[in-house]
């Protein structure tokens, strides 16, 4: 599976879920979540082969990800990944400390989503940063067709993972994000 995906930055909340609702998209979710980022040891960040992260929700779903290289095609981040659903969160970081990986990273945001036929909506927001919004969708296509019929073409987007956005652009610790 892979996971095409922009991030659009400086939305207005109300609006935007009004926006999307008004679209006929189907609300899925809200939760709050807590990651753990896991890396070989003695690896920085940066040089990480692969990216592997244990996620629980309020709603009481753990899964585990693993997740490649991104690869930034156009407007888009393109990324592949292995999700496997898992029963106990802090189960899951013993055996990959057990096996020699080490948390590198603790966020904790809230996520309301919805669907909209192929195109998934998250509405993020992490402790000290504003809200942001994920469109993620089968086709770089679908997303720039998305952010028209929301009128969000004038907004900024970024289409770099979480962590350079709150690193780079947020200038926050992504590395230990909790309200």
Not at 1 to 6: K, L, P, R, S
Not at 15 to 43: C, H, M, P, Y
Not at 69 to 75: D, F, L, N, V
């Amino acid at each position: 599976m892979h996971e095409i995906e922009t991030k659009v930055l400086g939305i207005d909340v109300k609006d935007i879920t009004k926006k999307i609702e008004g679209l006929g998209a189907q609300k899925i979710q809200e939760v709050e979540l807590r990651v753990d980022w896991f890396s070989l040891a003695n690896v920085d960040k940066n040089d990480q082969p692969w990216f592997l992260r244990v996620r629980s929700y309020s709603t009481g779903k753990i899964e585990v990800t693993w997740k490649g290289k991104p690869e930034i095609t156009g407007t888009v981040r393109q990324v592949k990944e292995i999700n496997v659903l898992v029963d106990d969160h802090e189960k899951m970081k013993m055996l990959f400390e057990a096996i020699g990986l080490v948390v590198y990273a603790h966020q904790e945001k809230k996520r309301v989503s919805w669907k909209l036929n192929n195109v998934q909506f998250d509405l993020d927001t992490y402790p000290k940063m504003s809200s942001y919004l994920e469109i993620e969708a089968q086709s770089e296509k679908e997303i720039t067709d998305m952010i028209k019929k929301l009128n969000l073409e004038e907004y900024e987007s970024w289409n770099d993972g979480e962590r350079t956005l709150i690193e780079e652009k947020y200038k926050l610790n992504w590395s230990n994000m909790r309200f």
